[in-house]
T-cell receptor, first 111, second 114 residues
Framework: QKEVEQNSGPLSVPEGAIASLNCTYS??????FFWYRQYSGKSPELIMS????GDKEDGRFTAQLNKASQYVSLLIRDSQPSDSATYLC???????????FGTGTKLQVIP | SQTIHQWPATLVQPVGSPLSLECTVE??????LYWYRQAAGRGLQLLFY??????ISSEVPQNLSASRPQDRQFILSSKKLLLSDSGFYLC?????????????FGNGTRLTVT
């Protein structure tokens, strides 16, 4: 079983719609959860972090965490073509920040 | 503010040649430093991490090595490159304390071994 699992996609949504990206993780003691956006050929860019159960909103982005279900998601409202990228889920366990990444979900926003 | 510099941006090297990639962080002291590799179509693989000068932990045994000669400098090396070493190499940093510190990546080095 992979430590962090994501659907590879591509996930296609029309411009203006809500994109929903999902991630599950296997280590129950994981403490920190991050979403990164990676444009083709570029390095990952942090867009959201979440540490406690519930929702966290930042602009058009909402991260959701459910530790009991070992599930974290990212919602992108009013999707724009510029949101087209691969979204990486990352889970941190341990005091030295051992971060494990999923393989990413490719999002395509269709104009 | 903190910035991370990584060079070179691209590199083409023949099999069997040596490798040296360098990363420096500005604007913070005693960061945790990391080297990741992303192969084409694959996820990010942690290669090395360091919590201080001279302290290196390896996550994957292979022909690569890392060194941290200064607090904010991290170097990835190889004596003899293999074809399988091709990939996108990313240096990252995080603050040294706390479990709530995300990683911040440099721009990466795209390495092609021919």
């Amino acid at each position: 079983q992979k430590e962090v699992e994501q659907n590879s996609g591509p996930l296609s949504v029309p411009e203006g719609a809500i994109a929903s990206l999902n991630c599950t993780y296997s280590d129950r003691v994981s403490q920190s959860f991050f979403w990164y956006r990676q444009y083709s050929g570029k390095s990952p860019e942090l867009i959201m972090s979440i540490y406690s159960n519930g929702d966290k909103e930042d602009g058009r982005f909402t991260a959701q965490l459910n530790k009991a279900s070992q599930y974290v998601s990212l919602l992108i409202r009013d999707s724009q073509p510029s949101d087209s990228a691969t979204y990486l889920c990352a889970v941190a366990t341990g005091g030295y920040q051992k971060v494990t990444f999923g393989t990413g979900t490719k999002l395509q926003v269709i104009p | 503010s903190q910035t991370i510099h990584q060079w070179p941006a691209t590199l083409v090297q023949p099999v069997g040649s040596p490798l040296s990639l360098e990363c420096t962080v500005e604007g913070t002291s005693n960061p945790n430093l990391y080297w990741y590799r992303q192969a084409a179509g694959r996820g990010l693989q942690l290669l090395f991490y360091s919590v201080g000068i001279g302290q290196i932990s390896s996550e994957v045994p292979q022909n690569l090595s890392a060194s941290r000669p200064q607090d904010r400098q991290f170097i990835l090396s190889s004596k003899k490159l293999l074809l399988s070493d091709s990939g996108f190499y990313l240096c990252a940093w995080s603050v040294s304390t706390g479990w709530d510190s995300p990683l911040h990546f440099g721009n990466g080095t795209r390495l092609t071994v021919t």
